[in-house]
């Protein structure tokens, strides 16, 4: 356990080194221009990001056990399906996590 | 003098609407930090610190997974150099975020240290992908988004210091909300943009780091290795087009090439003297 002035170090130290990992481009190019190449890939750069988020969320599934990843990536495939279709955001999130905590609350795979 | 007044009130009904908007484009993320963020006040208050700590880590570092992994290092009995490091690695894939936001956050003036600061997952999917209302505030809007985020992050691991153990809510696949919304965001970014090349740099990056490196570091893994397959294409497009650039000009005029030339010759010329 660690005491209070500790603690608010430890807290402080941490707040930093996050700030400072998110403040890091806008400090090197906030007065000189970025090298071209980062200007051409930086609009590639978000659409990449947002997949690689999605992909992120799997990382914990356990693809070789039961029930061998299927409730997330049948709850991704409906979200996927409903939002193409209705292009309804509230709708495809919303229906996609109800379904995903009913699959996994209820154990709906369990038969696997 | 009424006039004044009219303005300042229809300004004023303008802002409650975006706020409005801004709020409904974050319940998404409100209900995804909600359970986060009492998983970690709850994981906060088993290692026996008191709430205050997880509201202040919550306001001040506002990291989701920077704060669990503080909490087990904490547990650990980790020094402060291994915070840093631990927390600089985890973080680092922040630094990419930022990098395609240069330009949408020219501009919007004194809002902008608190916007680079609450810059999470959620927060850059969310400002990346939602246009600003026409004729709108883009640093207010960006503000409410930012600061919605941040409060229900705030209102989650206090909660979950708090009544933690006493709630016994069946809040499990809740936080599969993010998971959606970041589906429906890439969805999003699939529509507003003609370039389908960065979805293919990603399920290759995506899968080759899920298999080769453990959860922790795969999302800064793949950014870097994504981002460094799109500067491979960009460099090999490139190339393919000067090819052809200069197969044009090569059959229309030699003259037109001449300067080139003329100029890269000093170039190859100290290159030989200095070998």
Sequence with gaps: MLDTLQMFIT???????????????????????????????????????????????????????????????LTIGVVAGLHFWKRNAMLSIFTGTTLYMVLVQFNAFSFL | MVRNWKDKKEAGKQNKDLFIIAFKTTVPVLLGYIPLGMAFGFLLDGAGYHWIYAFIMSLFVYAGSGQFLAVALLAAGAGLTEFAIATLLLNFRHAFYGLSLLEKFSGVGRVKPYLIFALTDETYALLTTTDVLQGSSKSRFYFY????????????????????????????????VLTALFVVLTIEQYFNSEA??????????GTLSLILFN???????????????????????????????????????????????SSSQPVEGKIKEKS
Excluded at chain 1, 24 to 45: D, Q, T, Y
Excluded at chain 1, 47 to 73: F, H, N, R, S
Excluded at chain 2, 152 to 164: C, F, K, M, P, Q
Excluded at chain 2, 232 to 258: D, H, L, N, P
């Design chain 1, 11 to 73: 807290i402080a130290v941490i707040a930093l080194a996050t700030f400072a990992t998110r403040a890091l481009p806008f400090i090197c190019f906030g007065s000189r221009e970025p090298p071209a190449m980062l200007s051409v890939i930086e609009k590639n750069l978000p659409p990449m990001i947002l997949l690689l988020l999605v992909i992120y969320c799997l990382k914990d599934v356990q693809w070789l056990t039961a029930p061998y990843g299927i409730p997330e990536l």
């Design chain 2, 196 to 205: 389908r090349f960065p979805f293919i740099a990603a399920v290759s990056a």
């Design chain 2, 215 to 261: 959860p922790d570091n795969m999302l800064l893994a793949s950014i870097v290795l994504g981002t460094l397959i799109l500067i491979g294409r960009e460099k090999s497009m490139q190339k393919v087009q000067k090819a052809q650039k200069t197969q044009k000009t090569q059959g229309t005029s030699e003259k037109e090439i001449r300067p080139i030339n």
């Design chain 2, 145 to 176: 988004i930012a600061a919605l985020d941040h409060l229900y992050w705030i209102a989650g691991s206090v909660l979950g210091a708090t009544l933690g153990s006493v709630l016994d809510l069946n809040l499990e696949g809740m936080s599969f």
